[in-house]
């Protein structure tokens, strides 16, 4: 379908999910041109799983980190956009809650003339389902500090998830010096972009392993915000469309239909 996606996968003890991920991320991209690019801080055996997987898969491809390099998932998502070869970037956790499927739309999203697509939870035909109620409230409460601190989060109903698709020249000239684990925000305040879509999907239950949060966690975003908060870009010119969940279906059909 004419431009090449790169999905980055940041990996820390996901070896129950990485081949499924990639069997359910190659079954919503029939037709597409894309590979994936697992960036891996595992102390498990996921590195050796991932070598099996990129063996046998030849869309997937996976770089373990030493341990001096890493310095938090942000930073492994930044190393595999740069790594990546893919007109458009993508991002996406690996314990499936971000459902492979969205890809398609989201990649039906960027053809149409987007800068970034975002799924958003929080507009019609979207859920957050597969978070219990305290997620819920560290979620929420995670928004809102973000939309305190950064005028760009403002227009974005769900821009604290962490998976969304871009377009990589948006790279260049960025400053983007991440912190802890929320890439998406670090995108959000310092790339340049003209045109955002959102688009409905369900947040779903973790497929394998546990939840990476924790107290190191939340002070890291504290610290990124403040950061941002000084560093950030302006966005006033920045467009933010939302698309039903009827659109979002007639805009596939268009721009890349089932084969």
């Known amino acids: 379908m004419g431009r090449t996606l790169s999905v980055v996968v940041p990996t820390f003890n996901e070896a129950g999910n990485v081949a499924e991920l990639a069997k359910q991320v190659g079954e919503a991209l029939q037709g597409v041109d894309y590979n994936i690019w697992f960036i891996d801080d595992s102390n498990d055996n996921t590195p050796e799983v991932l070598e099996e997987l990129c063996k046998k898969d ?30 458009f970037l993508a991002c996406m956790d690996a314990d499936l809650q971000h459902p492979p499927a969205i890809l398609r739309p989201m990649y039906a999203a960027m053809l149409s003339g987007a800068d970034i697509c975002i799924p958003s939870r929080l507009i019609r035909g979207g859920s957050d389902g597969g978070l219990n109620i305290v997620r819920k409230f560290v979620s929420g409460t995670a928004r809102w500090m973000g939309k305190v601190a950064l005028p760009s989060l403002r227009n974005i109903s769900d821009p604290t998830s962490g998976l969304f698709m871009f377009r990589k020249e948006m790279l260049e000239g960025a400053d983007l010096q991440p912190i802890g684990w929320k890439i998406m925000v670090e995108v959000l305040a310092m790339c340049k972009y003209s045109l955002v879509v959102e688009i409905p999907y369900e947040f779903q239950d973790r497929n394998s392993g546990e939840s990476k949060i924790s107290k190191k966690v939340t002070l890291q975003y504290i610290e990124q915000l403040k950061d941002l908060s000084r560093r950030g870009i302006s966005h006033d010119t920045a467009i933010v469309t939302r698309w039903s969940p009827e659109f979002t279906e007639s805009m596939i059909k268009k721009y890349c239909p089932a084969e």
């Open 58 to 87: 030849a869309h997937c491809h996976f770089r373990h980190r030493k341990e001096e390099e890493q310095t938090g998932l942000a930073t492994a998502v930044i190393d595999g956009f740069h790594m990546a070869d893919g007109d």
